[in-house]
Nanobody, 115 residues
């Protein structure tokens, strides 16, 4: 059974930092690209950052320079380091694993940024 379990969501003030983790089991971690998405209520899910099997990252324009996505194959875990958070970053963040036609999602972790 494939499981992606996000953690690290919390409530912080503007300018604060958080690190989200995505612990993965049930698949061959090193074969999958990973990504973090976010989705606010009533809105479509949008890509925040992704990292390929080779470790190449990509970022949404709005988070570039503030967020860092990494993966640690030895721990079967992907991370999203988020710095200089602003209230607009408040939403639920989801971990995604993709390999060919296979795609899996975690349950999400809530990030709240207050001014």
């Amino acid at each position: 059974q494939v499981r992606l379990v996000e953690s690290g969501g919390d409530s912080v003030h503007t300018g604060g930092s958080l690190t989200l983790s995505c612990a993965v089991s049930g698949l061959s971690f090193r074969d999958y690209d990973f990504a973090w998405y976010r989705q606010a209520p009533g809105q479509t899910r949008e890509l925040v950052a992704s990292v390929t099997v080779r470790g190449t990252p990509k970022y949404a324009v709005s988070v570039k320079g503030r967020f860092t996505i990494t993966r640690e194959n030895t721990k079967n875990t992907a991370y999203l380091q988020m710095n200089n958070l602003v209230p607009g970053n408040t939403t639920t963040y989801y971990c995604n694993a993709e390999f060919g036609r296979s795609q899996y999602w975690g349950q999400g972790t809530l990030v709240t940024v207050t001014s």
